[in-house]
């Protein structure tokens, strides 16, 4: 009955690989209702995996209600399966919302598989979050009967407010909490902005490449990208005049700060650029700051939120990228209006963020204990960086160019010949490692790689360099 | 200068209604650039509101850039702020996102100014929240040095899905945790349904009133409603299969129990009616469980996913109405293929909810206390609902009629003689009662007022219920 077998180099997890051929097979008819499916210890020896990856894909079906068991034992094709894969079969490619790239969700998926190397992941290692002070800040949280429990005002916690609008002074950001938004992270903030700002059909101008590729929140809004070349210090001036007039572009979208996937930290003298130039455009501003406090060689440069005197900037942060992904926070800084704005579809989402990790955040803030972790933080990354450059200069030298960055998580590896992203990816993971390759941040790019040093152990990191160079210098003499 | 007041009685918060006037003078021309604003002591006393109300505008005037203060004191129209008005206002219009109904805006504002009676609002009063069992377990979780601080897997927590799991089978619905998607609320779940499985243009049936109607994710999502006559068991069957011939509905969207905003629990032969209807339609179901918990007279019924067969059902769940809004969690249930598609787009809008409050409800469900914490809130809404009721007996007979729930928070109060919602909402506002409106739920109708008895103190409800009821008597012998 069954000759074909899961792929286990596939980046598809083998439950769903064989719950999708089981599917197939019924959904086509070769599996009329009544078929009796094997015995669960027979299908493990003829698929070649383990009893849990064989329950969890027959759980599957069975939810579906493709299959049944029966009283007597044995499981079979259920008489509801007649005619019945057009049930949600016709609705899982339907909905306004785009999927995300099948690279972006193989990444989500197998970021949770244990064993492998995440090269280019974009958290820092468990190690580097301040577990110790998180668990005091519980255990204060735990003998004040003063719990939030209930739904949040819509701009979020007023204690989180005050005490991320003292923070945003410290980097040069005057903001009242009412010009102040908490969201579920960054990337809600952007996915607020996407569906409340901009309407259907308009272009925002950006870095390309952007981390703003690899997420689908603008496309899915009817919104259009124009990438803008770069240089080292950042998007080309020329480039922003040129393309605001051809496009009509109706925002600019920028990660200044140990920018996402380049590493490029954007320079004093172009950020005063960007703002003139776009001044003289009336052209708005969404600043990306997940990366800016992440410094390691000199003093953070003014956000342009700091130089902004119009209220032309929407400036967005993030705890993610420094304290903690888990909480879930971030905030969108800007005229009240437009804050209200958008509080109000984050209402209409989500009715606010979890109160808990608002609270815990405030408390992190008021307790100073930020100041104090981003010290010791930046003295982990700094030696973390030496480490991968000392790897690439072993490893690739005569491979690929990098860049070495002043902040941030990133260097953005430049391969000597181009390769094919996805056999690139495949080869990789057959060889226990995960890349972020360059084409998830430009739908083009065939020769950078992501590459980080925030999350891999030392070891890992050397092991998982000296691989991908095997990799890539077997194919390069190929060609 | 200054003839202008704002207006004590409107919803509109006094500092957003001086920001307001002042943009307005601004970008009018009627202040031009460099005119001096009068000195806060004194807009106090123009405008007969307290220092903090004027600075709070001022702040937000200012954030805007179109102020400033200046070295030697004062503050004037800054030289900005010509031509500038165009910046952003143009932007606030835009966004494919509705925006909430102004009704429903203002009271989410509204819900956070102390001292209103919320005679309708959508959750417990603070005092029926199991605090100190919240607090117990974020002291037993900072001893414990496994927090989880990173990115979540895109289904959410194992852990919190494996109690669900448990959980849900006690309600009659066998989930396995791969068919479990934890979202931040059933709102979002809601949300993620709209844009991830229906297309622009779809219709769905669902009960008219309905709390979908005053929210606006799937009408943002080009989804329009097609809403059905209900009884006291529910939905009517014959509307169904009518409207889904006429309208193509592409899916069934019900809360069977305890429906909001009307209370009614559909019957037990109307869950096999309409399990039976949307069978033959092969209509898929959209079941809300928000509420189905909170049975106070009898066992609960069988929701309709543990009717399902076919996996036709989707359910949405949520700890919000039973445990805690402010941990922002919710689940949807459905087939492992659904659930991947909206959890694929869970990871593009806000990549998972927080893992501390993931963390503490998984702690929550294993740990037992959540079916103790029930049997104590029942009895507490128990003698609510009667004081309510006996209140209603006692003041509002003769002006309206009102069905005795059995679950849930609501008394749908149905006026004998229509009156316009927006004033009546205005005059209880006026009176200290914020309420919600049966327009609310059902654009055409002036007619119903939703109580719940969940919230307000029993001293808060005898005097929002006098209040009100004076006012309505007031009105209808004026007519
Ligand atoms: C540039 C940038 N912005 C925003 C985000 C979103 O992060 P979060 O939603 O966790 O704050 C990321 C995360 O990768 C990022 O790299
Ligand atoms: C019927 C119904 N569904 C869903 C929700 C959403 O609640 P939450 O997102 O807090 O789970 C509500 C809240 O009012 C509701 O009444």
């Known amino acids: 009955m069954h000759r074909w077998k899961p792929n286990l180099n596939s980046p598809v997890p083998l439950h769903r690989q064989i719950s999708a051929y089981m599917l197939e097979r019924i959904s086509s008819g070769d599996w009329p209702p009544g078929t009796q499916i094997a015995p669960q210890r027979e299908l493990c ?58 690279a972006v969700q193989a990444i989500n998926r197998l970021e949770f598989e244990p ?54 002074a410290s980097s040069g950001i005057q903001a009242d909490p009412s010009s102040i938004l908490i969201t579920s992270g960054a990337l809600q903030g952007l996915q607020l902005i996407a569906v409340g700002l901009l309407p259907r059909g308009s272009t925002i101008l950006l870095e390309k490449p952007s981390y703003l590729y690899s997420i689908h929140s603008f496309q899915s809004a009817g919104v259009k990208f124009c990438g803008l070349p ?38 004093a003298q172009r950020r005063l650029e960007v703002m003139e130039t776009t001044a003289a455009l009336d052209l708005p501003i969404l600043e990306d700051g997940a990366y800016q406090e992440l410094w390691l060689d000199s003093p953070p440069l003014p956000p342009l939120k700091a130089l902004d005197q119009e209220g032309r900037v929407l400036h967005l942060g993030t705890l993610s990228k420094s304290v903690s992904p888990g909480l879930r926070l971030g905030w969108v800084v800007g005229p009240a209006p437009v804050i209200d704005r958008l509080a109000d579809i984050k209402m209409q989402s989500d009715y606010g963020s979890s109160t808990l990790s608002q609270l815990v955040a405030a408390r992190w803030l008021e307790g100073g204990y930020h100041e104090a972790h981003l010290t010791k933080l930046r003295g982990e990354l700094r030696s973390r ?55 998830l941040y430009d739908r083009s790019d065939g020769r950078h790689l992501r590459l980080s040093y925030a999350y891999a152990s030392l070891p890992e990191l050397k092991a998982g360099i000296v691989a991908l160079a095997n990799i890539i210098r077997h194919w390069s003499n190929d060609k």
Request: glycine share 12%.
């Open 230 to 267: 770069m240089d080292e210090e950042g998007m080309l001036i020329s480039a922003i005049s040129a393309e605001a007039a051809r496009t009509r572009a109706a925002m600019l979208y920028s990660i200044p700060g140990f920018h996402n996937p380049t590493g490029v930290l954007m320079s």
């Open 45 to 102: 020896r003829l698929f070649g995996v383990n009893r849990s990856t064989v329950v969890t894909a027959l759980g599957q079906l069975s939810a579906l209600g493709l299959i049944e068991g029966r009283r007597g034992g044995g499981t079979r094709v259920s008489p509801a399966a007649a005619g019945q894969s057009g049930g949600w079969h016709s609705y899982l490619e339907e909905g306004s919302h785009y999927p995300n790239l099948p």
């Open 385 to 439: 960086r030496a480490a991968l450059l000392e790897l690439l200069q072993v490893h690739f030298a005569g491979l690929a160019a990098w860049n070495i960055p002043a902040g941030g998580f990133y260097v953005w590896l430049s391969l000597h010949t181009p390769l094919p992203p996805h056999r690139l990816f495949k080869a990789a993971l057959q060889a226990g490692v995960l890349l972020n390759t360059g084409d």
């Open 115 to 168: 064993g492998l190397i995440r090269l280019g992941t974009g958290e820092l290692a468990p190690g580097l979050l301040p577990e110790q002070t998180m668990m005091q800040i519980l255990g204060e949280l735990s003998c004040q009967p003063q719990l939030p429990l209930s739904y949040e005002e819509p701009l979020g916690s007023l204690r989180l407010r005050k005490a991320l609008s003292s923070q945003l």
